[in-house]
């Protein structure tokens, strides 16, 4: 009997054994590890679900989309990452945390750089007349719950309405942002709004991509924190409100229970809070980040 030998690369994983071995001498090992494991994974992506020319057609347009969204002030490419979840994984694969240290999350989209240097008590809402007024206060602490002087809190949220500054195209001004530092005793105290939950950015493919598999776009109110100091981990962080209804089913699957925090609502007069300004109704929230000594 003869055996026919099938001329090279005429079969599916013919191809995926050949682009495999292209990447075999590739220098580095880590980015010959990341190519192969890719095209491993892409090949069985495409063979599992037989994509037709035309669902590649898609597939290729979606992205090209996704790329003309993105600006200095949109980041479409984030925001598909953190909705496919993807962004999450990549969270808890890089920090684990020992037990007590805060938790980090995404990152999401919305970060500017150059929020406004603010004193204890600054207020990062100046501007947002509709949200409740909210004192965050905590202290930021070391594994051994002692304080953490001069820690830096880089912190940034949604107004009122549910849309960052960024979302506004009328104006590049930066508003609910702020950088804030720990005193002697580890202390910060934020003065801003009651975070609300929004929806994220639905007018571009991602929003396409939600309404098409029936999933919904809303992220539970938070507050963004990145929280630093010499000598420790930064956390990349938010904090949750307790009373949200979308804890459950974030549209970028970021909730973590030790980030859910209670912000609790006063209707009458206080004489601590009015030494701040604070009339009824506002709102205070307390929060203690903790963080893990670097090495
Ligand atoms: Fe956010």
Redesign the pocket.
Known sequence: MTTILKPHGTTEDDITAEVLRRFDATGEPRLRQIMQSLVRHLHAFVKDVELTEAEWMNAIQFLTETGHMCSDKRQEFILLSDTLGVSMVVDLINHRKPEGATESTVF?P?HREGAPELPAGGNMAPRDMKGIPTVVSGRVLTLDGEPIAGARLDVW??DSSGLYDSQYAETDELHLRGQFRTDEEGRFLIRTVRPVYYAIPTDGPVGRMLSATNRHPW?PA?I?FVVSAEGYEPVTTHIFDDADPYLESDTVFAVKDSLICTFVRHDIREPEAARFGLEPPFCTARFDFVLKRRG
């Open positions: 999401g919305f949220q949604a992220r938070h963004h």
